[in-house]
């Protein structure tokens, strides 16, 4: 390896940390940014050939890592290596993941665990129009009605409220490339819109506050509701990472302390499941650990944000 270079890799999607952030908390790291599986994939590569890199971060996203999975599991040269996947939380990923890919957040399906058997009518899911793992489980499987945000619209907000009780909204959307939040404001903020409870926020970034901002006069409560993490560091100690949803503190600590992994595989801080048919006992009570149960970071009063 050569000089300096540390034997872990940080692949992360874009807008999420900078490379100066990257740069501050993970020095001597090779990083890249990019959701191109293939060019992803080529990078490992590179990264275990040229450097003998044999620990990867994988801050994907679900689709992302779900076709980088066929990848990595086709090259038996990187069967040694180990991978953490830190922001990937689909259900349907983790069915068909290789070996030698790991996990730190909990499923979607215990992350909107608290909205199973609620009748129709009484909370409206409202999904990115990015088709992805993760966003087609919460479409599928979130109260009803369900809407891409693309097909939302004031009157069918308002048919919400007047065909049930509307107390709340299930919000999980992108800001990036295309900014789904502004189209959502634009609705909920227009003076025909009847909607005035609830609403909760999956994996909202700290960058899209500003729109809760615009929001908070007009709704009764907003919350936020994230995946829990396995590791966390201190958030004081990251005062420019995203306090909001943890997954970033979590990446950073992963690769800080890539040399105890091996010790995470076995203590089931990170799973798979191959890892869970090892040992079903262990795994099963680490998979109801506080780690893995729903996070909620509720914005009582967003002034107290800013």
Request: net charge neutral.
């Amino acid at each position: 390896m050569k000089k300096n270079v540390k034997n872990v890799a940080y692949i992360q999607d874009f807008n999420l940390l900078t490379p100066e952030q990257i740069k501050k908390y993970m020095p001597c790291v090779k990083n890249l940014t990019e959701e191109d599986p293939i060019k992803v994939y080529e990078f490992i590569v590179c990264c275990n050939k040229c450097y003998k890199i044999t620990n990867f971060c994988l801050h994907l996203n679900s689709g992302t890592l779900n076709d980088l999975n066929v990848l990595i599991g086709n090259n038996r040269k990187l069967d040694k290596c180990i991978f953490i996947a830190t922001r990937s939380n689909a259900n349907s990923v983790r069915e068909t993941i290789v070996k030698n890919i790991y996990f730190s957040l909990s499923e979607i399906s215990i992350l909107i665990s608290d909205y199973e058997d609620i009748k129709p009518y009484n909370v409206m899911t409202i999904v990115s129009d990015t088709r992805t793992p993760y966003f087609d489980q919460i479409y599928a499987t979130g109260p009803k009605p369900s809407y891409r945000i693309s097909e939302l619209s004031v009157e069918k907000m308002n048919d919400f409220v007047d065909n049930g009780n509307a107390i709340s909204i299930l919000v999980a959307l992108r800001n990036f490339p295309v900014n789904e939040f502004e189209r959502l404001n634009s609705i909920l903020l227009d003076p025909a819109c009847k909607f005035r409870n609830f609403a909760a926020f999956i994996e909202l970034d700290q960058v899209d506050l500003p729109f809760v901002d615009k929001l908070k006069n007009k709704l009764a409560y907003i919350s936020t509701i994230a995946s829990n993490v396995s590791f966390l560091g201190v958030s004081n100690a990251y005062p420019d990472i995203n306090f909001i949803t943890l997954y970033d503190n979590c990446a950073i600590q992963y690769v800080n302390f890539y040399n105890e992994w091996e010790k995470y595989i076995k203590n089931f801080n990170v799973f798979n499941r191959f890892t869970i048919k090892i040992d079903k006992t262990k795994a099963v009570k680490r998979r109801n650990n506080q780690f893995l149960s729903t996070s909620r970071h509720a914005l009582d009063s967003v002034d107290e944000i800013y």
